[in-house]
Each structure stands twice: as C-alpha cells, then as structure tokens.
T-cell receptor, first 114, second 111 residues
Framework: NAGVTQTPKFRILKIGQSMTLQCTQD?????MYWYRQDPGMGLKLIYY???????DKGEVPNGYNVSRSTTEDFPLRLELAAPSQTSVYFC?????????????FGDGTRLSIL | GDSVTQMEGPVTLSEEAFLTINCTYT??????LFWYVQYPGEGLQLLLK?????DKGSNKGFEATYRKETTSFHLEKGSVQVSDSAVYFC??????????FGKGTTLSVSS
C-alpha cells in the first residue's frame, strides 16, 4: 500500500524561485493537510482541504498556495522562495471529520532555500 | 487557543530502562489525543491514541492514559529497546480535524 506519497524528497532552491511540492494519496481520504516542521518546533499547519475544490488556511499560510482538483492530489506551491521557507514539509490525509481518526503522513520533502 | 506542551529532550536511556515522556494540553471541548513517532528520515507514524477521558491507548509496549483532570497524556514504556530511538510527538485534534503538535521529544536508547 502506497498511502501518502510526496515528491521530491529533497530540493534546493534559490531565493525567488518557485516550485510545487507534490502530494498524492491512494486511500480515498477526503481530508488532506500540509505541515511544515522546523527544528525543535514541532509541526505547523500550512493549509488543509476537506474535499476536492475546498481549501482553507492553517496557522502559517503566508508564502504558500494550494489547490485540490481531485480527491487524490493536494499540491503545495511556493511562488517566491525565501530563506524562511527552508523546512521539512509533510503532507497528511485522514478519512473524515471524526476527531478520533488519525492522520496518515508521507515521508516528507526536505527543502533548502539559499 | 489549543496547545500541547511536552517535556524537553533529548532523553537518553539504557536498554531495558523505564520511559516516561510527559505531555500536557490546553483545549476547549473534548479533543482526541495522539502520540506519533518519527524515525530518522521518515514521516510521522501513529503510535497510539485516546479519544475520551480515562481511555488508555497502547501499542508496541507503549501506553498513555487520557487524564482530563490533569489535562495530561504521558507516554510510558516499561522496557525500552535501541529500536525505540526516535522523536516522539504528542498531539491533539484541534479545530476542524487538524492536529496541534508539541515540539517533539528525542529519545536515544543505548545498548
């Protein structure tokens, strides 16, 4: 079972460049999330989606955009990369709205902006 | 707002030692509580969960009990192994279904 798949695993960007982090899940989950993980800071929610065509901001959305055209895919876009966006990015999914349902995480994308 | 506080690391133990990682939370309503584990170079994996007060989550020898009166969800294991070395995150279900995480505690177990 693939679960949640993120690509690429590693990327180095120059300041001002743009890129898209890909995330796809094969569990038919309605809810998907993007988090960033900074050293010693836990994970912070960037954006989330409750279904195709519906997205909303999380705690730290500035500098990012998302779209959700299908149930499976939830790409995260950085338009103008800044050093403050150097982080590890995790995509996650969950079946629905029940607070007891755990989230399933991908292996992450390690992004460095120089 | 909702928040999670877990003990600072790193925690360094010898194999077969007893482990406790403290976690307390602040939340409105009745959140679900989770422990996730992250092995080096990997994503987060669910370790255990509890959805209501006095529930005990358990998995792979780890346990945690949802204590509403002390707003705590401490992680324990009676005898740790080298393979338990990882970063452990306490989390609660916040608004919507997003998770709110603690900062993580690094556990290092030596043989």
């Amino acid at each position: 079972n693939a679960g949640v798949t993120q690509t690429p695993k590693f990327r180095i960007l120059k300041i001002g460049q743009s890129m898209t982090l890909q995330c796809t899940q094969d569990m038919n989950h309605n809810y998907m999330y993007w988090y960033r993980q900074d050293p010693g800071m836990g994970l912070k929610l960037i954006y989330y989606s409750v279904g195709a065509g519906i997205t909303d901001k999380g705690e730290v959305p500035n500098g990012y955009n998302v779209s959700r055209s299908t149930t499976e895919d939830f790409p995260l876009r950085l338009e103008l990369a800044a050093p403050s966006q150097t982080s590890v990015y995790f995509c996650a999914s969950s079946p629905g709205q029940d607070r007891g349902q755990p989230q399933h995480f991908g292996d992450g994308t390690r992004l460095s902006i120089l | 707002g909702d928040s999670v506080t877990q003990m600072e690391g790193p925690v360094t133990l010898s194999e077969e030692a007893f482990l406790t990682i403290n976690c307390t939370y602040t939340a409105t309503g009745y959140p679900s509580l989770f422990w996730y584990v992250q092995y080096p170079g990997e994503g987060l994996q669910l370790l255990l969960k509890a959805t209501k007060a006095d529930d005990k989550g358990s998995n792979k020898g780890f346990e945690a009990t949802y204590r509403k009166e002390t707003t705590s969800f401490h992680l324990e294991k009676g005898s740790v192994q080298v393979s338990d070395s990882a970063v452990y995150f306490c989390a609660l279900s916040g608004w919507g279904t997003a998770l709110i995480f603690g900062k993580g505690t690094t556990l290092s177990v030596s043989s």
